[in-house]
């Protein structure tokens, strides 16, 4: 497959999109460990480390729709970029639009389940 090629349900970005969810992923990672510290330093109470959550999710949205070379929002709404930044093309055949909504529907649930098991792990955490 390559990089520069839409295929239905496997690549709906370019290698620009890539690095853009790539750093998407870094200030959602970034995010993460401030919060992380912030709590930490207040000694947070177990429920108000749950919202570390959001950070969270920024960060694993980021990463698997980078590592995925699939953008969940361009899946959902039928459109692929593989040339400038903004150069949005659409999906015209409407099985390759159901496909595409398939996988971003499996990125989304992969970040969910990611932020979520990292979300567990912070609130066991002895603060």
């Known amino acids: 497959m390559s990089d520069s090629t839409y295929v239905a349900g496997t690549c709906n970005i370019g290698q620009k999109e ?10 959602g990672l970034f995010l993460s460990i401030s919060s ?17 959550f959001l950070p ?6 980021g990463f698997v729709q980078s590592r995925s070379k699939f953008c969940l929002a361009y899946g959902f709404a ?6 400038k930044l903004g150069d949005i093309s659409r999906v015209s055949d409407p099985q390759d639009k159901a496909a595409d909504r398939a996988t971003a529907l499996k990125i989304l649930g992969k ?17």
């Open 111 to 127: 970040s969910f389940l990611l932020a979520f098991v990292a979300t567990l792990v912070v609130l066991v955490l002895p603060l």
């Open 56 to 61: 969270l999710m920024v960060a694993s949205v």
């Open 36 to 52: 992380l510290i912030g709590l930490i330093s207040v000694s947070a109470p177990t429920g108000a480390r749950v919202g570390i």
């Open 18 to 27: 890539i690095r853009r969810r790539q750093f998407v992923a870094v200030v």
């Open 78 to 83: 039928g459109t692929f970029n593989f040339g």
